[in-house]
């Protein structure tokens, strides 16, 4: 069996998570805290230090992206075509990008301060107001709707939607689900991608952490003004 360890959040573990789901294989969410992390680092269990990890029949797997190809493969989400693989991993990577112009903010340690330059980042020409309107023109020249115009779902929507909307999800001070009004086609994807059954059914329940990855989650977002 395969067993994803990580902290609650979302994170870097919930491409895997959904990729595991979807597969419909048996696996084991193993949920630690700062401390359970620790001591498992301390074991030398963390093939780099960090989490998320799987283990798998064959040994352990560590790095969130390679989790996701693994577990994308899994559920069927890895494209056979090489040239169409590397396409959708050419997506996944400009996606995890992202985090290059995000993650900076988080060492703010003065709220306003944090705020502001995350509003900046998500203003009108900002650095993720372009990477969001670079990936909506992506999805608006697809001609199925899925990320890489496959004829159904890859990792790439996986990394979309679950990155994307983790972003927009209040958790991260300054960034709003009403910032979303200026991505008409990234909400158009939300739309589709949390109706497609499987995905439904996975966050059918009552997990504060994840209402963003529900049906109608941004339900009145859709003016087309900056705030
Ligand atoms: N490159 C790693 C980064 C993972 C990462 O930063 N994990 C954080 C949790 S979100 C962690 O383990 N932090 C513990 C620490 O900083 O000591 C990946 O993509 O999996």
Redesign the pocket.
Known sequence: MHELI??G?P??AETSRFCLELSGLEWKNTVVDWDG?MEL?LQGE?P?????IIRTPDGVI????A?LRYTGALAGLEPEDLFIRAKVDELVEVINGWREAFIPTFSIEDLDEKMAARKELFAEDGKMDRAMKAISKVFENSTTGWLANTESMTIADVKAFIDTFNLFSGEFDGVTGEMLANYPSLLAFHEKMSNEPKVKKYYDNDDQARWMYRPNAFDGIGTSQHI
């Open positions: 990580y902290f959040s994170g870097f992390y680092k963390l780099w230090g960090f989490l998320p560590a790095e969130s992206n989790l």
